[in-house]
């Protein structure tokens, strides 16, 4: 029997994830910029309006993975299409899929327990809106993930049934969390490493983690539930959406082919020009976002077209932008640099002084190496032309003026969320309005599923893995991390290089605001014990979660290019390895060799 | 036949081990918060766990859990057996019930004895009111008084209106309490306080902190004016399940509540010295406090006692207000 279903329950249902999607965009875009309005003209505003927005973000991120999954775009590991085509390649995706939906079910399980609680408990936005209400999204989305992982896995509706069956015996067990108090857990995270190298979603991986660390001391599924509903509706995070949006309305039209032509006229006369603008236009544009992924979603689409137009290879390109969207982080006015000094207790100020010749070395090491590609492809240069350079600002004057735009709201006193909302809308009028590359509804609508995909696809992971690190703490792992250090480790050269793979491991698998505020407690004191300056560690700590941001096979920046870029994790590591080596070296000179923070700051101390 | 009495065997054999184990397992407490580990207040908490392990003798173990986004997110974990015990300040507190709002009417309270006075006097309400929600009240915090720091000095309460005030987001009620009061409330997260005030064009030029919290995020250097008016005492509570509770022996119990007592003691004494040492700090590198002469703070305080009725009956239970409002008077008829 084949799984010819009727299709208007499906097309309905597909209409119904737009519909709920956009409307949360459009929420997510509007409010920030209503509320900016209204309280700065009219010292009024709307009520709960930061809350709505976030849940919003929270409903644009989880209905996005929805639709991620059934297009089959959940970002998994690349290892799954090494198995040779037939049998064992249907057994492996089987056998993923099933794990997938498993964990997607369990989580449903503990999605539907923070709903039950919350309708007895939770309170209400505003206007009589309950909480509740936009978690019913959990439950929902995760059966429906869990469904279709299922659907896609098997094209019979007899397997299909088998692999539900499985799947919901699994999860009945979910519901008794004791029969796995103490239990070892290593069989099971074996269980959930082999399915994801069979091909399962790196999101059912982390949360499959989170899960079974939390069955382990005896909790229920509804705590790695809460740890994502914290990620998704963290104050900073609907700027991923919307400069997500921004940039796939830039990309609708011919901005690439403008920007290009401003590059080439600027910077074609020195060798690697366009590439070495990539590294400083990303450092420029995270340092004022903060976050490192965002930098690639917004900057991605315009500057990947533009490189390779240039000449560049693709692979280069691929690296250069997955690496650059790490940089920045160092400079001021860095949000996980200030929020450093609030953890650790270290003036700003010194930080910013401190990470100055640091931040500027990591930039160099990545500038240099696009130098090094002009000069090695031999990419033809072109004399400076003042004509040129003027049109070429004139044509693209509306791209240019969107970092403009960003940076002039931030420093008008923007928040981060208020700025890409403006970005978003920005971007929307000039491609509505002024190059009418998006002319109708369906135009608009076509853009928006392409980016609530995407962006759900980061958010699920993003989510997830923050229940991950819940379960990781709650589970104590930190602090015996610590202690045992402080017992073990008595040289402190040992101690920065345990550091280096702490902290890079700590990048790649947490977000650098939660890292800040989980590891900097544990690590200053050992830090102060070994004699280690406070600022020193401060920008060793920001360096080093530059470099985890890149590290396979979960660090952010690398599934957050996988998505824009449309390529496998792998291959983006493979491009990417120059550079992480390179900015690997930067890492070690600025760990080992103090005088790169310490000695700027002696002298305005 | 075999096989029934070996079942039988095996349940009653697995029965005894459990009440084995059980009898030997400590009643974990684990308690979330928002406050970092390094706290002062987190070291207190933690040496009263140490002294509830000693005074049960090992029945009963506690954690302090590393910080959590939200106290939003304690509650839910407390709520779903993801944590037997939260340290909440007031807002946290409200959220459980809107009667603790009653402990953080603007300028309402004078002094320290006073505030103490009438804490106490509520407690039994207000406990009361926790059970009714399946809480158990162990403790009182105090983190020191909530003061207003502004980019130009503040001396009337016409001077607090006109200034854009900073406001947590996420509290509605709050915004709409200091909106129909003629106040310009800004709700924003705590972490843009600094980049705010710090901007010549930012959305904020005043806002109500603990003085740690100024010190730490170093936003005193822009809003470098603080009003000697104390705005308001940051309490907070240790609050457990009323599940986790039940499982502690009668005994346990006051043993617990005996040590929690003596953490309560030492954290409302060493408020004042902490928020003075950093006031005094904040001081030797460029704060000025507006300090108000007797009819000026009289006649802010006032203006004060007006705003805080227009609490009543919307941000505050009426009967919780009305219970503050006669247990501070009566203190102060006391103290005349």
């Known amino acids: ?605 | 036949m075999f096989r029934k009495a070996s079942v039988r065997w095996v349940v009653v054999l697995a029965l005894a081990a459990s009440a084995a184990v059980s009898a030997q397992a400590p009643q974990v407490i684990r308690m979330g918060s928002v406050v970092p580990e390094a706290s002062p207040w987190i070291a207190a908490l933690k040496s009263m766990g140490q002294a509830w392990a000693a005074a049960t003798a090992k029945r009963v173990a506690f954690r302090s859990m590393p910080p959590n986004p939200s106290e939003t997110s304690v509650i839910q974990r407390m709520g779903t057996d993801g944590l037997e015990a939260g340290a909440l300040s007031v807002v946290g507190l409200a959220e459980i019930d809107p009667a603790f709002n009653a402990l953080a009417i603007p300028f309402f309270f004078e002094s320290d004895a006073e505030f103490a006075h009438v804490l106490e006097k509520l407690t039994p309400m207000l406990t009361q009111r926790l059970a009714a929600k399946h809480y158990q009240l162990v403790l009182w915090g105090h983190g020191g008084w909530v003061q207003v720091f502004s980019k130009q000095p503040i001396r009337t309460m016409a001077d607090l209106q006109k200034a854009k005030l900073f406001t947590s987001e996420g509290s509605p009620d709050t915004v709409r309490w200091y909106t129909s009061n003629g106040f310009h409330p800004v709700p924003l997260a705590i972490g843009e306080i600094p980049k705010q005030l710090k901007l010549p064009t930012g959305a904020i030029d005043a806002t109500p902190a603990v003085a740690p919290l100024a010190l730490a995020m170093q936003f005193y250097k822009d809003a470098k004016y603080m009003l000697d008016v104390r705005v308001a005492p940051l309490v907070a509570g240790v609050v457990m399940t009323e599940s986790a509770w039940a499982k502690v022996s009668p005994e346990d119990r006051t043993s617990m509540l005996g040590a929690a007592k003596e953490t309560q003691q030492k954290l409302f004494s060493q408020a004042p010295t902490l928020d003075a040492s950093h006031i005094k700090e904040m001081q030797a590198s460029g704060l000025q406090v507006i300090k108000l002469d007797g009819p000026a703070a009289a006649q802010f305080r006032a203006a004060a006692e007006k705003l805080g009725t227009t609490q009543r009956g919307s941000i505050i239970p009426a009967d919780a207000y009305d219970a503050v409002l006669r247990e501070r008077d009566a203190y102060r008829k006391t103290r005349k």
């Open chain 1, 1 to 605: 029997m084949t799984a010819d279903a009727p299709r208007w329950p499906r097309v309905a249902l597909t209409r119904a994830e737009v519909f709920i999607a956009t409307v949360a965009v459009f929420g997510v875009i509007l409010l920030p910029l209503s509320e900016v309005v209204l309280r700065r003209l009219f010292s009024t505003g709307i009520d709960g309006e930061a809350t709505f927005a976030a849940h919003f973000t929270l409903l644009v991120g989880l209905v996005g993975a929805a639709i991620a999954a059934r297009d089959g775009k959940l970002l998994a590991l690349a290892t799954g299409t090494l198995i040779p085509e037939g049998r064992w390649r249907t057994l492996a995706a089987v056998s993923a899929a099933l794990v997938g939906a498993l964990v997607s079910a369990i989580l449903l399980v503990g999605g539907v327990g923070l709903v039950r609680n919350q309708v007895e408990n939770g309170g209400v936005i505003a206007y009589g809106i309950p909480y509740w209400w936009f978690y019913l999204a959990f439950p929902i989305v995760f059966g429906l993930i869990a469904a279709r992982l299922i659907w896609r896995a098997w094209p019979a509706w007899k397997g299909r049934l088998l692999m539900a069956a499985v799947v919901a015996a699994g999860a009945w067990f979910a519901t008794r969390p004791d029969m796995f108090l103490d239990a070892s857990t290593w069989p099971w995270l074996l269980l959930l490493v082999g399915a994801a190298a069979l091909g399962m979603p790196i999101f059912a991986l982390l949360g499959g983690a989170a899960l079974i660390i939390y069955f382990s001391n005896g909790d229920n599924p509804i705590q790695a539930v809460i740890g994502a509903l914290d990620q998704l509706k963290s104050s900073d995070l609907p700027a991923i959406p919307l400069f997500t949006i921004a940039g796939f309305l830039l990309a609708e039209g011919r901005s690439a082919e403008r920007l290009l032509r401003f590059f080439r006229a600027f910077f074609g006369w020195m060798p690697g020009g366009t590439a070495v603008v990539t590294a400083v236009f990303c450092a420029f544009f995270t340092l004022f976002t903060g976050g490192s992924g965002v930098t690639i979603l917004a900057l991605g689409g315009l500057l990947l077209p533009a490189l390779l137009a240039d000449g560049y290879r693709e692979r280069f390109s691929l690296g250069m932008l997955t690496a650059a969207g790490s940089l920045g982080l160092l400079f001021p006015p860095s949000l996980p640099l200030i929020l450093y000094g609030i953890v650790a207790e270290v003036p700003i100020a010194d930080l910013f002084i401190g990470g100055f010749l640091p931040g500027v070395l990591m930039l160099g090491a990545l500038m240099g190496m696009g130098v090094r590609e002009g000069i090695v492809s031999g990419r033809p240069r072109q004399r400076f032309a003042f004509g040129e350079a003027a049109a070429s600002i004139w044509v693209a004057k509306w791209e240019l003026l969107l970092p403009v735009v960003i940076l002039g709201s931030l420093l008008l006193g923007a928040t981060t969320v208020q700025s890409s909302a403006l970005a978003a809308l920005f971007a929307f009028i000039v491609q509505r309005f002024i190059h009418r590359s998006v002319t109708s509804l369906a135009d608009l609508l076509v853009v928006m599923t392409k980016s609530i995909a995407l962006v759900g696809g980061i958010l699920i992971i993003l989510s997830v893995a923050r229940g991950f690190t819940d379960a990781l703490i709650f589970a104590d792992l930190p602090q015996q991390l610590a202690a045992w250090t402080t017992e073990n480790v008595k040289s402190p050269w040992v101690f920065l290089l345990g550091l280096n793979v702490v902290l890079i491991v700590a990048g790649a698998i947490m977000d650098i605001f939660s890292a800040v505020i989980i590891v900097v407690p544990l690590i200053v004191p050992i830090a102060m014990h070994f004699g280690i300056d406070p600022v020193h560690l401060g920008v060793i700590f920001i360096a080093n979660s530059e470099l985890g941001y890149l590290t396979p096979p979960v660090g952010e920046n690398l599934f957050v290019a996988s998505y824009r870029f449309n390529k496998p994790i792998l291959e983006l590591a493979r491009a990417m390895l120059p550079m992480y080596f390179i900015l690997l070296i930067g890492v070690l000179l600025i760990t080992y060799w103090p005088w790169l923070t310490t000695g700027v700051l002696a002298f305005f101390r």
